[in-house]
């Protein structure tokens, strides 16, 4: 079965491009979250969707940042303009139970992000 | 302060060598633990669940204290497979999502 699909693997940009993020939860799964990990700050929590609503988007650190969910099947992060301090890996990661627990949440491999 | 705290280690063991991580967090509320493995490179999947009463995988033991709010991984006889970042991981209250800490990083040395 496929798990979460994430793309693309790995972005260069310069400062100032858009970037988009893309992400395919598990077939079935209501709950998606965007999680960002960096070397400083771990792994933290952006936003996350259920049944395709945002649900809570406290993590999301500034205007620059974005995510919809237009469909059950795909969720975009856009950041715009991006900059260096942006540089991470970003998860995605879906769940398919009403009650979201440490394990019933499945990752995708993450978007390996460089802005220079 | 973080929600969830651990060492970041890195710890350096030789193989067969017995290994404790330590966790803390700050929610009492917080209902329900995990620790997370991540390689290198590599997105976090789950080790294992832990419970009040304590619970064993194989060669790991997973210990969790609510009043001190403390959390444990023992890892015996080391191989150099285990070699990769724990993360600890919290469910707080309701239906909420995960919050993990920073993670620890365990090499393993032949």
């Not at chain 1, 792994?43 to 969707?49: H, K, Q, S, V």
């Amino acid at each position: 079965d496929a798990g979460v699909i994430q793309s693309p693997r790995h972005e260069v940009t310069e400062m100032g491009q858009e970037v988009t993020l893309r992400c395919k939860p598990i077939s079935g799964h209501n709950s998606l979250f965007w999680y960002r990990q960096t070397m400083m700050r771990g792994l933290e929590l952006l936003i996350y969707f259920n049944n395709n609503v945002p649900i809570d988007d406290s993590g999301m650190p500034e205007d620059r940042f974005s995510a919809k969910m237009p469909n059950a099947s795909f969720s975009t992060l856009k950041i715009q303009p991006s900059e260096p301090r942006d540089s991470a890996v970003y998860f995605c990661a879906s769940s398919s139970s009403d009650k979201i627990s440490g394990n019933t949440i499945y990752f995708g491999e993450g978007s390996w992000l460089t802005v220079v | 302060r973080k929600e969830v705290e651990q060492d970041p280690g890195p710890f350096n063991v030789p193989e067969g060598a017995t290994v404790a991580f330590n966790c803390t967090y700050s929610n009492s509320a917080s209902q329900s633990f995990f620790w997370y493995r991540q390689d290198c490179r590599k997105e976090p999947k789950l080790l294992m669940s832990v419970y009040s009463s304590g619970n064993e995988d194989g060669r790991f033991t997973a210990q969790l204290n609510r009043a001190s709010q403390y959390i444990s991984l023992l890892i015996r006889d080391s191989k150099l497979s285990d070699s990769a970042t724990y993360l600890c991981v919290v469910n707080r209250a309701g239906n909420t999502p995960l919050v993990f800490g920073k993670g620890t990083r365990l090499s393993v040395i032949a």
